[in-house]
T-cell receptor, first 114, second 116 residues
Framework: SQQGEEDPQALSIQEGENATMNCSYKTSINNLQWYRQNSGRGLVHLILIRSNEREKHSGRLRVTLDTSKKSSSLLITASRAADTASYFCATVNAGGTSYGKLTFGQGTILTVHP | EPEVTQTPSHQVTQMGQEVILRCVPISNHLYFYWYRQILGQKVEFLVSFYNNEISEKSEIFDDQFSVERPDGSNFTLKIRSTKLEDSAMYFC??????????????FGAGSRLTVL
């Protein structure tokens, strides 16, 4: 099954604007995470939200989770050129036996123009 | 800040050759993983490793793949006979696996494998 589908696939904004990316998934989850990947580099963990949480903040990041709709959103406020990267949501299935078995989405490519 | 290191950063090999990708996970982490990302596609789980054995593997992780922790620091992925479709970026990751942050993975920068 396809899990963790993001939209939009690409987002282009000006510095200072907010960027919103959405993610949908299909199975019951334990938690949902967002990762960032700069071009050609590894993935960096940004934020984790558990299935019993609805909203979480970390600095300029705000994540929401709606388990009834099986969807999440990542908001980056006051974006900077340095935020230019690909952003992935990843889910950990409920009842999974492996702590770190993540199912990744396709990702959103964010470009922030100075 | 502790990091996961991977070598080589890029390897080019001929189809049918064996390849070993190496990783040094974070020292106090207990769970180790390999993921791969074919160009333009999703990051996919390959295998998880705990207590010196595979704890879970995906359908992709067939008999051509193996993992090993040969000593207290290295974690390797071996592909016995590479195919063209094995060309991808391979990421190693680790996690403490206990308590807060158990599900949060620290990824290495990746090893790009090109099979010709």
């Amino acid at each position: 099954s396809q899990q963790g589908e993001e939209d939009p696939q690409a987002l282009s904004i000006q510095e200072g604007e907010n960027a919103t990316m959405n993610c949908s998934y299909k199975t019951s989850i334990n938690n949902l995470q967002w990762y960032r990947q700069n071009s050609g580099r590894g993935l960096v963990h940004l934020i984790l939200i558990r299935s019993n949480e609805r909203e979480k903040h970390s600095g300029r990041l705000r994540v929401t989770l709606d388990t009834s709709k099986k969807s999440s959103s990542l908001l980056i406020t006051a974006s900077r050129a340095a935020d230019t990267a690909s952003y992935f949501c990843a889910t950990v299935n409920a009842g999974g036996t492996s702590y770190g078995k993540l199912t990744f989405g396709q990702g959103t490519i964010l470009t922030v123009h100075p | 800040e502790p990091e996961v290191t991977q070598t080589p950063s890029h390897q080019v090999t001929q189809m049918g050759q064996e390849v070993i990708l190496r990783c040094v996970p974070i020292s106090n982490h207990l769970y180790f993983y390999w993921y791969r990302q074919i160009l333009g596609q999703k990051v996919e789980f390959l295998v998880s490793f705990y207590n010196n054995e595979i704890s879970e593997k995906s359908e992709i992780f067939d008999d051509q793949f193996s993992v090993e922790r040969p000593d207290g620091s290295n974690f390797t992925l071996k592909i016995r006979s590479t195919k063209l479709e094995d060309s991808a970026m391979y990421f190693c990751a680790s996690t403490r696996g206990r308590g807060a942050g158990a599900n949060v993975l620290t990824f290495g920068a990746g090893s790009r494998l090109t099979v010709l």
